[in-house]
């Protein structure tokens, strides 16, 4: 199903349905994640590439518009290449070891500690959380600066020659037309925030944790903001401030790695934050989650400002 | 043959998929179309990391007293900031697009390099 849809992808030319099918397309690998017993990946996966993702692509396509222009053809040097790279794969293929075998080499080098000693190490169920938050803090430090660079790089091209808040287009107003979207999103919105807390702070013990409570915080804002504009989200949501708090996630990650060296640790090693070294884990691990959740929640919201903003300035110049 | 068929079938779709995304950021002309191409060949990325950390019988990487086998919880880490990365990094790309749009008023490859060549 996975293979039919990027097909469908490649053939259409509609870029709606394109969007539409790669939306389809996320969900469908987010199942796939599940039964590779991947839940936390299937989590992040359904957020980010059946929701976010087309959205983001929806708003670009509404200012680059919905067709592509050429005729579409088959590239008949593409082809080759493509069976050419295809081909030399399958044979790499025949030397990787077999699926779900106990005792391929990805599961011998540092996975059994990380399974049978965690428990012990960090004290929480979720060894996803241990390894991303404890065993690999430097790793998603990284990833973390990474979005907010990202997040850094969208408002610098998409806010040059930015101008002061404009009467709303009627392009966005279009959604607030719709009784029915407007009152079961409206219904909808409180809990999918309420969600994202519950999937930020039980992240220790089930699947979910900072990147996934994020990414699902502002899709709630950005429903929100869908349905009743960018002014009046802006007016709830103030973007300096969301600007700020994209800063603060991320500070507030390198804090901890700083009051651990201050007292006395490596950097990021939560073991001498609290008397108890499972608790200092504890509090490490609540604390820099809560950093990522709040960095990708907010960079996330600032992106589809962004987006949106260039959506209004656009129509209105149409005008 | 069908004993491979069988042990190997995921990296076939992982290589299918892959080639299928890299068809589309190399044939295509439109820069959207081109960036839904490059979230394929991602996508097939992750689902080649996250087969290979899938052991045959074990359960959710989720410490539970009544569970012995669990599948690797590394490729899962990696793969699961990878994906937030990937979708700030299709923002950045979008809003070239964007960009691209403004300066040269189209979005496809040929109508731009015609425009740099005048």
Known sequence: MLVATAIGIAVNRDLLSVVMLSSIYGLLSANFFVTMDAVD???????????????LMFTTMAIVGRYEKLPHRWSLSALVLVSITGALLLVATMDMPAFGAP????QQHVAP???????????IPNIVTSVLATYRGFDTFGEVTVIFTAGVGVLSLLMIGDRATKPLSSHLLKASQHKILRIVSKVLIAPILLFALYVQFHGDYGPGGGFQAGVIFAAAIIVYTMLFGLDSARQVIDQGWVRVM??????????VGVVSMVNGGNFLDYDVLA????HGQHYGIIVIELGVGITVAAVMVLIYFSFAGRLVDRGHQDD | MTDMLLTHYNYWVVMVLMMIGFYIVIAQGNLVKKLVGLNIFQTSVFILYISAGKVSGGSAPILDDAISVYSNPLPHVLILTAIVVGIATTALGLALIIR????????????IQEQNQC
């Open chain 1, 246 to 255: 994209a800063a603060v996630g991320v500070l507030l990650y390198g804090a």
């Open chain 1, 275 to 278: 008397k108890d070294p499972i």
């Open chain 1, 113 to 123: 500690r990380y399974i049978e000693q965690s428990g012990q190490e960090v004290g």
């Open chain 1, 41 to 55: 990946v299937a989590f992040t996966e359904a957020a980010v590439g059946a929701g976010i993702s087309p959205l």
């Open chain 1, 103 to 106: 005792d391929a080499p990805a």
């Open chain 2, 100 to 111: 691209l749009r403004e300066a040269y008023g189209s979005a496809e490859e040929k109508d």
